[in-house]
């Protein structure tokens, strides 16, 4: 296989120190919540983590730094980590695209019909350059689980319509995995390659993953891959060494040394991974030191949350695009609610029903920031046919995470591209309808963001006298969201509204006593 001769490679030795970032200006004096705010800024490839923000005011002085705190030759070991060959063969590719429709029994998908899982499969495909779906063919079948797929007569046809298509040049059969036996026949008896959901889906996150946390999970997602084509890329191995099982010297086989390989990429890989999570880490804590409020926003993979997130705070920096698995990097970005009170939006990656529990598995990391996060909202397309099903996905995969009840149960959704659906509303209380790429629905659910995230981080509106004099109205604006200010005629003193959270009343409180 292609992606096996890649973890065969011998890691290189640490011998050279990680670069540095380069020292950011220094930003102006500002209000406590307006330097928070400031703080954060796009980083190039390579930032952080995944995550696409960090101090700008001043260079990084702990781990949380891209590079600081590694160990020396860290960067050129993860590099050598994420050399590999192709999963999918290059160039123009015509694809024939067979979807296995089970009729009845366990394995009858449930909220869905075949026409939909096709086009599904078919956006699937479109997301590989140069390749396209130029044969569809839907077989039932009542033994999914058996290890040629299909029953003998149904697999015969499917042999002669394969077989007779000249323009064919490889088949995405439309199941989550096969096993290695399985491809090995059906690759035999049609006479091009066959890959499942899992390759193909693998190969479009190791497309989009741009920043080196993105890539080392989609390389730990990689290795059962490997694993399961090690033993027919193995055996072509021993016949081109004339048959020895053995290496010269080593007292291991050719299998035994590859097998020992792939666990010591694993361990480079989790251990380099370990590094970024310790840094994203830090990263929340900066968060927390300034109270700033976080929403993850989450959703089905294409169903608008980049361009809801651009479209409530104005980052015209974000790109939306129209295709699945846009987004495999997590970004943060700045933004207000109606109060003036500021908040950070957590762009996640998509989920998608049928999503291999592996492939979501190397995600955690990245998933982390949901768990940590004030507030999740949960955007969905209305527009889709297929909405209740993702709706359940996303739960699912959510539910998977071991996210706190509390954060779940008051998750907000979000029904988006209503512009889609003429006369749309929402049938629960608690969903907000919108059209993210028009506007529609925005100031309505801004509305609802601020109710919920007041209640969520212990905010409240309360009225505080201050004198003119003294340091507490600076205070305020420092530490707090004002409101307005009332001047009390005559006596040097102003009524104050103010949003505050518990934390900094009981300061406040503290630092000037009445």
Known sequence: MWALRAAVRPLLPRSRACRGLPTPRAAPPQPRHSRALAAFRP??????????????????????????????????EEEELLRRDPLLPSG??????VHPDVKWGAGKPQLTRAEWQVAEAV?????????????????????????LIFGRGNLERLTETIRGAADITCVFLNLERMAAPTKKELEAAWGIQVFDRFTIVLHIFRAHARTREARLQV???????????????????????GGSRYILGSGESARQVQQRELREKEAGIRKALERLRRKRQLLRQQRARRELPVVSVVGYTNCGKTTLIQALTGDQAMQ???????????TVHAGWLPSRLPVLYVDTVG???????????????????????????????????????????????????????????????????????????????????????????????????????LRATGRHMVTLRVGLQGAQLSWLHREATVQQVHVVPG??????????SDSAHRRFRKLFPE
Request: glycine share 8%; charged share 25%.
């Open 43 to 76: 980083w190039g490839p390579g930032g952080p983590g995944s995550e696409r923000w960090g101090p700008r005011t001043e260079a990084p002085k702990s781990p949380a730094g891209e590079d600081e705190g590694d160990p020396e030759g860290a960067e050129e």
């Open 219 to 241: 390389a730990l997602a990689e290795l059962p891959l490997l694993r399961s084509g090690l033993k027919s890329d193995i055996t072509q191995w021993d016949r081109q060494r």
């Open 92 to 97: 123009t590719q015509r694809v024939c695209l």
């Open 320 to 330: 939306p695009q129209d295709r699945l698995f846009a987004t495999l990097d997590v």
């Open 351 to 453: 989920f998608l029903s049928q999503l291999p529990h592996g492939l979501l598995e190397s995600f955690t990391a990245t998933l982390e920031d949901v768990a940590h996060s004030d507030l999740i909202v949960h955007v969905r397309d209305v527009s889709h046919p297929e909405t209740e099903l993702q709706k359940a996905s996303v739960l699912s995969a959510l539910q998977g995470l071991h996210l706190p009840s509390s954060l779940l149960d008051s998750m907000l959704e979000v029904h988006n591209k209503v512009d889609l659906v003429p006369g749309y509303s929402p049938s629960g209380p608690s969903a907000v309808a919108v059209s993210a790429l028009l506007g529609h629905g925005l100031e309505e659910l801004k509305a609802g963001l601020e109710a919920a995230i």
């Open 123 to 147: 956006a699937l495909v479109r997301s590989l350059d140069g390749w396209s779906v130029v044969l569809t063919l839907v077989v039932p079948t009542k033994t999914p689980e058996r290890k």
């Open 491 to 500: 006596a040097q003193a102003a009524d104050v509204d103010v949003i505050i």
